[in-house]
């Protein structure tokens, strides 16, 4: 990439080149002794007769990677309740519904900053593609483990990118973050697999399977 002087030169470049793309993700790993069979093994642990009707924590599961200025902690939290479905004219041989809907909640943060501050700053313009190429990377690993699962369905991922200090109390998708964010959501959002649509929030991106309509809601193909 060319030696870019502002962010609008930065995102405009990054638009133009289709953002994101062929930029080699940091090498990330699990940390800490929660993973995902760990939150399988608690919905199995689940009452079948319990409708429990209000989305329910688990524990958080956390990665680690490290770039040339910081090292980085990505948190994911997860949530779930009984899925209630009713279906009047069932097909035969019909997929059997799944048990659970779950939703994840996607945060990270730098871990002893090597750049003098302990909140990632948008100065490093080139690294910043790395870095979120490495948290996308990250997201997609997590929901192809949950699609095996065939009993527990991810509905939504949520995503709320931190402020810059000039941007605080904007709208999320006009932040300098947000923008960048958004970008990388609508090109890179097809490695999901099925169907998704991302709605803007005013303070976060939600990813929801499906498509949706309405005019925060944007289908990502």
């Known amino acids: 990439m060319k030696n870019l002087k502002t962010f609008e030169d930065f995102l405009n470049e990054a638009v133009l080149n289709e953002i994101g793309e062929g930029v080699k993700p940091f090498r990330w790993k699990r940390i800490g002794?929660?993973?995902l069979e760990n939150w399988m093994d608690t919905l199995t642990q689940v009452d079948k007769?319990?409708?429990i009707p209000n989305w329910t924590?688990?524990?958080q599961i956390k990665y680690s990677f490290s770039s040339d200025k910081a090292e980085y902690i990505v948190t994911v939290g997860g949530g779930w309740k009984r899925h209630v479905g009713i279906s009047f004219n069932p097909k035969p041989n019909a997929p059997k519904k799944q048990d659970f809907d779950l939703v994840i909640l996607i945060a990270f943060d730098t871990n002893n900053s090597k750049i003098g501050t302990d909140k990632e700053a948008l100065t490093n313009f080139g690294e910043q593609f790395a870095v979120i190429?490495?948290?996308t990377d990250i997201i997609v690993s997590v929901v192809k483990e949950l699609e095996e699962w065939e009993?527990?369905?991810l509905q939504e991922i949520q995503l709320a990118p931190k402020?810059?200090?000039e941007d605080t109390g904007k709208p999320i998708a006009q932040s300098k973050r947000g923008r960048l964010y958004l970008e990388y959501i609508k090109k890179q959002g097809r490695r999901l697999p099925g169907v998704w649509s991302v709605e803007i929030d005013n303070d976060r991106f939600t990813i929801l399977r499906g498509t949706w309509a309405g005019s925060?809601?944007?289908k990502l193909t």
């Open 49 to 51: 007769a319990d409708m």
């Open 133 to 135: 190429s490495t948290i």
């Open 57 to 59: 924590d688990l524990p």
């Open 216 to 218: 925060s809601f944007i």
């Open 151 to 153: 009993w527990v369905k």
């Open 163 to 165: 402020y810059e200090d």
């Open 33 to 35: 002794q929660v993973k």
